[in-house]
C-alpha cells in the first residue's frame, strides 16, 4: 500500500513548501550583483577592444571578492527553505507513527545542504564573470561587422539588465530545486521511491509540464522535457513541485 502526501494534506492545494516569498527576497539579494556589474562597466567605452582586458580583469576579481558575501547569502536562502520545509513535514506527519515522524524530522539533510550551497556560491560568482565574457564576445562581433557596431555597443551597456535577467533566473530556479531535494532527501530516507508530478495548475505551466502532472516518477529516473533533465522543480523556470509516495 501506498500513501501520497496529498492524501495527507487533504484539501491543501499547491505546493505545501512555500517558497514565493524567499524567491523575491534572493532575488532582490542577487540583484544588487547586477548593479555592481553595471557600475564597472559603465565607465567604459563599449567597443574599444583595449579596454576589455580591464573590464574582465575587473569582473573577475569582483567575483572572487563576492565569495564570502555569496556563502552568507546563499547560506540564508537554504536555511529558510530547509526551515519552511521541516515545518511542512511536521505538519504532514501529525498522524503518522512516532518513529516515523521522528525518522522524517532527522533525516540526513547535511550532505545535501552542503553540496546546494558550493552549487550556489558558484553560481552567484558565474554573474560577473559572464558578464566579463560577454562584453568581450560583443567586443569581437563589432569589429568583425562594423555595420553593428551602435547595436553592439547599445547591447554592451545592457550589461546591468542582462545581469539582473541571469540573477532572477538563478533565483527563480534554485530556490525550488533546493526544496524539490530537502523533500528527496527525507522521503528517500524513509524509503519512498518516487513522487507524483504536480504543477503550479494555472495558465503559465508549459505544455510539457502540464502533460506530466498527476504521473508518478522515480527518484531515480528524473524525467526528461523540452530536452532538460530534472525533477519537478528542478529545471529553469520551473514552479512544479514533488509530492512524495511514501510506503505505508
Known amino acids: 500500500m501506498i500513501l501520497t502526501l496529498d492524501r495527507k494534506r ?19 539579494q542577487l540583484k544588487r550583483v547586477a548593479q555592481q556589474v553595471g557600475a564597472i562597466i559603465q565607465p ?40 519552511r520545509d521541516e515545518q511542512t513535514w511536521k ?4 498522524d503518522m507513527g512516532r518513529s516515523l515522524r521522528e525518522e522524517i524530522l532527522t533525516a540526513p539533510t547535511g550532505q545535501v545542504m552542503r553540496e546546494l550551497l ?7 560568482q558565474s554573474i560577473p564573470r559572464e558578464a ?11 569589429i568583425e561587422n562594423a555595420a553593428r557596431a551602435k547595436q553592439i555597443a547599445t547591447e554592451i551597456m545592457r550589461s546591468e539588465e542582462v545581469s539582473a535577467s541571469r540573477a532572477m533566473l538563478i533565483a527563480r530556479t534554485e530556490v525550488t530545486r533546493t526544496a524539490t531535494n530537502l523533500t528527496q532527501a527525507r522521503a528517500t530516507h524513509i524509503g519512498s521511491e518516487g513522487y507524483i508530478w504536480r504543477t503550479a495548475g494555472d495558465g503559465d505551466v508549459r505544455p510539457s509540464h502540464r502533460e506530466m502532472n498527476g504521473k508518478y516518477v522515480s527518484w531515480s529516473a528524473p524525467p526528461t522535457l523540452d530536452k532538460l533533465t530534472g525533477h519537478a522543480g528542478c529545471v529553469p ?5 514533488c509530492e512524495p509516495v511514501l510506503p505505508d
Open 118 to 124: 558550493a552549487e550556489q556560491v558558484h553560481l552567484i
Open 91 to 94: 505538519v504532514i506527519s501529525r
Open 132 to 142: 566579463g565574457e560577454r562584453v568581450h564576445l560583443l567586443t569581437l562581433e563589432g
Open 10 to 28: 487533504k484539501a491543501a492545494k499547491g505546493n505545501p513548501v512555500k517558497t514565493r516569498a524567499i524567491e523575491q527576497r534572493y532575488g532582490l
Open 237 to 241: 523556470n520551473c514552479r512544479c513541485y
Open 44 to 83: 567604459f567605452t563599449p567597443g574599444d577592444l583595449s579596454q576589455v582586458p580591464t573590464i574582465q580583469h575587473l569582473l573577475n576579481a569582483y567575483s572572487d571578492v563576492l565569495h564570502s558575501w555569496a556563502t552568507q547569502t546563499a547560506s540564508n536562502m537554504l536555511m529558510e527553505v530547509a526551515l
